[in-house]
C-alpha cells in the first residue's frame, strides 16, 4: 500500500498563475483534508471532505478550492497564486465516525509563489 | 473554540536521557482525543501517541508516554531514553469526539538531540 500519495512535492508558482495539487489514498477511507503548514505554525485545516460527494471550509479556505474526484481523490486548487500561499501543503486521510480515525499523512508539498 | 498551545518553540536532550515536551489546550467539550505527532525533516507527519480524554489511565507507547491532566488541560509528552532518531518537530493536536474529524494542531516543538 502507498497510503497516501501527492503531486507535485514541490513547485514554484508565479503570482497570479493556478494549479492543482492532487492527492490519492489507497485505504478505503471515507474522510480526506488538506491542510496548510507555515513556518513557525502547526498545520491548519483549509478543507475536508467527511465522505465522497462532500466538502466543508476548514479554518482558512480563502483562495482555495477543492475538489473530491472519487472516494480515492481529492484535488486542492489555487485560481490565482499568491506569496501569502507560500506554504507546504499536506493532505491526509482517515476513516469516518466517532471512532479514533487516525489521520494519515502524505509526504507534502513545497509550494512556492513569487 | 478550541485552541493548542506548545510554549516551547525548542527543546534539546542528551541521548540516553528524557525530555518532557508541554501542550496545553482550551476547550469547553468533556470528551475528546488527543494526539502527539512527529515531524522528521523528511516532513512525513507521524502518529507517536493519543490519549482519550473520557480515560484517566495516561498513554504508554514503548520510550513514549503522557500526562494528561484533564482539570489542568494539559498533555504532556515523555519521551525516556532519547535517541538521535527522535530529533525533530513535535506536534499537540486536539479533535472533537463527534464526527467533527477536524484537527487543531499546536505551533510545535523542535526536539534536538546531543549525542
Known amino acids: 500500500n502507498a497510503g497516501v500519495t501527492q503531486t507535485p512535492k514541490f513547485q514554484v508558482l508565479k503570482t497570479g498563475q493556478s494549479m492543482t495539487l492532487q492527492c490519492a489514498q489507497d485505504?478505503?477511507?471515507?474522510?480526506m483534508y488538506w491542510y496548510r503548514q507555515d513556518p513557525g505554525m502547526g498545520l491548519r485545516l483549509i478543507y475536508y471532505?467527511?465522505?465522497?460527494?462532500?466538502?466543508d471550509k476548514g479554518e482558512v479556505p480563502n483562495g482555495y478550492n477543492v475538489s473530491r474526484l472519487n472516494k480515492r481523490e481529492f484535488s486542492l486548487r489555487l485560481e490565482s497564486a499568491a506569496p501569502s500561499q507560500t506554504s507546504v501543503y499536506f493532505c491526509?486521510?482517515?476513516?469516518?465516525?466517532?471512532?479514533?480515525?487516525?489521520?494519515?499523512f502524505g509526504p507534502g508539498t513545497r509550494l512556492t509563489v513569487l | 473554540a478550541q485552541t493548542v498551545t506548545q510554549s516551547q518553540p525548542e527543546m534539546s536532550v542528551q541521548e540516553a536521557e528524557t525530555v518532557t515536551l508541554s501542550c496545553t489546550y482550551d476547550?469547553?467539550?468533556?470528551?475528546?482525543?488527543l494526539f502527539w505527532y512527529k515531524q522528521p525533516p523528511s516532513r512525513q507527519m507521524i502518529l507517536v501517541i493519543r490519549?482519550?480524554?473520557?480515560?484517566?489511565q495516561n498513554a504508554t507507547e514503548n520510550r513514549f508516554s503522557v500526562n494528561f491532566q484533564k482539570a489542568a488541560k494539559s498533555f504532556s509528552l515523555k519521551i525516556s531514553d532519547s535517541q538521535l532518531g527522535d530529533a525533530a518537530m513535535y506536534f499537540c493536536?486536539?479533535?472533537?469526539?463527534?464526527?467533527?474529524?477536524?484537527?487543531?494542531f499546536g505551533s510545535g516543538t523542535r526536539l534536538l538531540v546531543r549525542p
Open positions: 491526509a486521510s482517515s476513516e469516518a465516525g466517532t471512532g479514533w480515525n487516525e489521520q494519515f
Open positions: 485505504m478505503n477511507h471515507n474522510s
Open positions: 471532505s467527511a465522505s465522497e460527494g462532500t466538502t
Open positions: 476547550t469547553s467539550e468533556s470528551d475528546y482525543y
Open positions: 490519549q482519550e480524554a473520557y480515560k484517566q
Open positions: 493536536a486536539y479533535r472533537r469526539m463527534d464526527s467533527s474529524y477536524k484537527l487543531i
